[in-house]
């Protein structure tokens, strides 16, 4: 597939571009699309036209719409396997979180609604109790992709999602991989802060340098 | 020598075999565990992709134990683990307004004086001075594995000095020849399983398993060696459906490194918990007469 041409927005380009390389700490302005990280990324034929050095073009050109929003964001595993071999140290893996933590506060629907209720859920049940319940954190995973599907009248994906994740649960039982020991965390009001703190800095879109 | 110990929340519940196995292994080569008080989670990488305050501020709680721990150092099984708190000690120690806004909440302050450990790099010395050797007597011959160590062994999103070469690491290598196994060489030991698409996005994740599980095979592995529990529990639990997407009828043994230490020691089997694997991994030892 080929890359469609890109259109360079002057205006909204350089904000975009700085904003990006002040929350990712990474100096997208080095990048000389020697395609390193393209050639290592192990999600790469699973994006489309947007592998890593594609993806700080289209910040530097300003098409904030499509950098916001697109396979590589969603699908990028954090691997950093493309910041590791970059010539120019530019973790575009820490580019991809950024942009998805930016899509959100925009509030644009993600592009892989799944990705978004699991890390969701994961971190609702680490407030919870402080440490990970497996059991809620899928619980409430499924419950998010239930109501999903549903809403979308989608009953493949239902089904599914039913069969592969009973087949996980029972083996994990059968294998006595599951534990159903309840960990709470003593200092769960200290968690519980750095949650409030956290969301403050959301809120107010205070942005967090990775820099130094 | 008494260090601290960090396992976090997969070595509680669905590794505990993990957990059980680094007690044991390390408590024979004289290496005492001490279980951070009150540790929580780390945030993993649902954290450092969602939010960047916590994925540091979480971590940091568990620093601040640490250092209070009057212990040097601390080892972490885990690669999820040790990869953000390493991440969130470099973090703090460089941006002194995040490590105030951060302290401002915990009890016990971060100082940043803990020295984080990788399970390989407590026991990499122990291999090098022949006590490992010493007290794994046990040869395990006809072992041929392949050492997979995945992403976060070895790769940071911040400059963090390995311990290990980034792109061809030896450390489980140098451990498997104190026991006298040659591990074989192969192209994937730092690529990616997928880690949590094996559940939001399992197509991706059943084709990053592919490419790995059709080397290992290709290579005449008869099992896999790792420290990551999120590596284990993938390669080991989809191990069926990756099979059937490559067609490959053959299964390999997905070992913790604790698992071969632990038999090459004589410990039994129910012992180290090795009944609890999703493909057999009881059935190759008792083949190859190791138990």
């Known amino acids: 597939?080929?890359?469609?041409?890109?259109?360079?927005?002057?205006?909204?380009?350089?904000?975009?571009?700085?904003e990006v390389m002040s929350r990712s700490g990474q100096n997208i302005i080095a990048c000389y699309q020697c395609r390193r990280c393209a050639a290592g990324c192990p999600v790469g034929e699973e994006t489309g036209y947007v592998t890593p050095d594609r993806l700080i073009r289209m910040i530097l050109f300003g098409d904030r719409e499509k950098a916001l929003s697109n396979d590589l964001v969603w699908k990028c595993t954090s691997c950093y396997t493309c910041g590791t071999r970059c010539p120019n140290e530019i973790q575009t893996a820490r580019i991809t979180e950024t942009l998805k933590q930016m899509s959100k506060e925009e509030h644009i629907a993600p592009l892989a609604?799944?990705?978004?209720?699991?890390?969701?859920?994961?971190?609702?049940?680490?407030?919870?109790?402080?440490?990970?319940?497996?059991?809620?954190f899928m619980g409430l995973y499924e419950i998010k992709n239930t109501f999903k599907d549903l809403w979308h009248l989608n009953f493949k994906s239902l089904y599914n999602e039913g069969i592969s994740q009973t087949k996980l649960g029972l083996a994990m039982t059968?294998?006595?991989?599951?534990?159903?020991?309840?960990?709470?965390?003593?200092?769960?009001?200290?968690?519980?802060?750095?949650?409030?703190?956290?969301?403050?800095k959301r809120d107010s879109k205070e942005i967090l340098p990775d820099q130094g | 020598?008494?260090?601290?110990?960090?396992?976090?929340?997969?070595?509680?519940?669905?590794?505990?075999?993990?957990?059980?196995?680094?007690?044991?292994?390390?408590?024979?080569?004289?290496?005492?565990?001490?279980?951070?008080?009150?540790?929580?989670?780390?945030?993993?990488?649902?954290?450092?992709?969602?939010?960047?305050?916590l994925a540091i501020a979480l971590p940091a709680r568990n620093l601040g134990i640490a250092d209070a721990s009057g212990l040097s150092e601390m080892v972490i099984p885990c690669s999820a683990c040790y990869s953000r708190m390493l991440v969130a000690q470099s973090r703090m120690?460089?941006?002194?307004?995040?490590?105030?806004?951060?302290?401002?909440?915990?009890?016990?302050?971060?100082?940043?004086?803990?020295?984080?450990?990788?399970?390989?790099?407590?026991?990499?010395?122990?291999?090098?001075?022949?006590?490992?050797a010493e007290k794994a007597t046990k040869k395990l011959k006809g072992l041929k594995p392949v050492?997979?160590?995945?992403?976060?062994?070895?790769?940071?999103?911040?400059?963090?000095p390995v311990p290990d070469d980034v792109e061809n690491p030896q450390g489980m290598e140098i451990l498997l020849k104190?026991?006298?196994?040659?591990?074989?060489?192969?192209?994937?030991?730092?690529?990616?399983?997928?880690?949590?698409?094996?559940?939001?996005?399992?197509?991706?994740?059943?084709?990053?398993?592919s490419r790995i599980f059709k080397d290992a095979v290709a290579r005449g592995a008869n099992c896999f060696v790792t420290t990551c529990p999120m590596c284990q529990l993938?390669?080991?639990?989809y191990q069926n459906d990756v099979g059937e997407a490559c067609g490959i009828s053959e299964r390999l043994p997905v070992y913790f490194i604790t698992e071969l230490i632990g038999v090459a020691m004589g410990k039994p089997v129910k012992e180290l918990q090795i009944d609890r694997h999703f493909v057999d991994a009881v059935g190759l030892l008792k083949e190859l007469d190791l138990i």
């Not at chain 1, 799944?114 to 059991?135: M, P, Q, Y």
């Not at chain 2, 050492?147 to 963090?160: K, S």
């Open chain 1, 1 to 18: 597939m080929t890359a469609p041409v890109l259109k360079f927005e002057s205006e909204t380009a350089q904000s975009f571009l700085e």
């Open chain 1, 113 to 136: 609604p799944k990705v978004a209720a699991f890390h969701h859920a994961f971190l609702t049940s680490t407030r919870h109790l402080g440490r990970l319940n497996e059991l809620e």
């Open chain 1, 174 to 200: 059968k294998n006595k991989r599951m534990h159903f020991l309840i960990e709470k965390v003593k200092g769960l009001s200290e968690i519980k802060r750095l949650y409030k703190k956290a969301k403050k």
């Open chain 2, 1 to 53: 020598m008494e260090i601290g110990y960090f396992p976090g929340c997969t070595l509680h519940a669905s590794s505990r075999l993990y957990d059980v196995q680094t007690k044991e292994v390390l408590g024979e080569l004289g290496i005492d565990l001490r279980e951070l008080e009150d540790w929580n989670c780390c945030g993993a990488t649902s954290a450092s992709k969602t939010d960047d305050f």
């Open chain 2, 93 to 132: 120690a460089s941006n002194e307004k995040l490590k105030a806004e951060i302290n401002e909440e915990l009890s016990e302050k971060v100082k940043g004086d803990i020295k984080i450990r990788s399970i390989l790099e407590v026991m990499i010395p122990k291999a090098e001075s022949g006590e490992l």
């Open chain 2, 147 to 160: 050492c997979y160590y995945g992403c976060l062994q070895t790769r940071f999103p911040l400059d963090i």
């Open chain 2, 178 to 209: 104190a026991l006298g196994v040659k591990a074989l060489d192969w192209s994937y030991k730092t690529d990616c399983c997928g880690a949590s698409a094996a559940v939001n996005d399992a197509d991706t994740a059943i084709r990053l398993m």
């Open chain 2, 234 to 237: 993938n390669m080991d639990a």
